[in-house]
Nanobody, 127 residues
């Protein structure tokens, strides 16, 4: 089965940077969507960013545009989330996820449509 291993979380001050990594044992399909989600205590899981494993199209939630960058390494089947200019509101547990999608389909921003998940990595931003 597909396994996702996350790393890179930690504690930083406002304005700092972190780079999250999510290594997949394999991609489930020839065409996939990989996404980053985050969840703070008492809040619903929120979509943050996504990228296709075929091509490099990426999309971001408005609150992180210009600060976060999602990327991938095809050789290692790893997805990254470079987080710059971090704010206390970014504090959450971050999860990566992947799901196969038919060619030509739009990648989903809904967590319910992703069927493989990492265990999460904690990001804490202090003021």
């Amino acid at each position: 089965q597909v396994q996702l291993t996350e790393s890179g979380g930690g504690s930083v001050q406002t304005g700092g940077s972190l780079r999250l990594s999510c290594a997949a044992s394999a991609y489930p399909g020839s065409n996939n969507c990989m996404g980053w989600f985050r969840q703070a205590p008492g809040k619903e899981r929120e979509w943050v960013a996504l990228i296709r494993t075929s091509g490099n199209f990426a999309s971001y939630v408005d609150s992180v545009k210009g600060r976060f960058t999602i990327s991938r390494d095809s050789a290692s089947t790893t997805v990254f989330l470079q987080m710059n200019s971090l704010k206390p509101e970014d504090t959450a547990t971050y999860y990566c996820a992947v799901t196969p999608f038919p060619y030509g389909s739009r990648c989903s921003k809904e967590a319910m449509n992703y069927n493989y998940w990492g265990q999460g990595t904690q990001v804490t931003v202090s003021s």
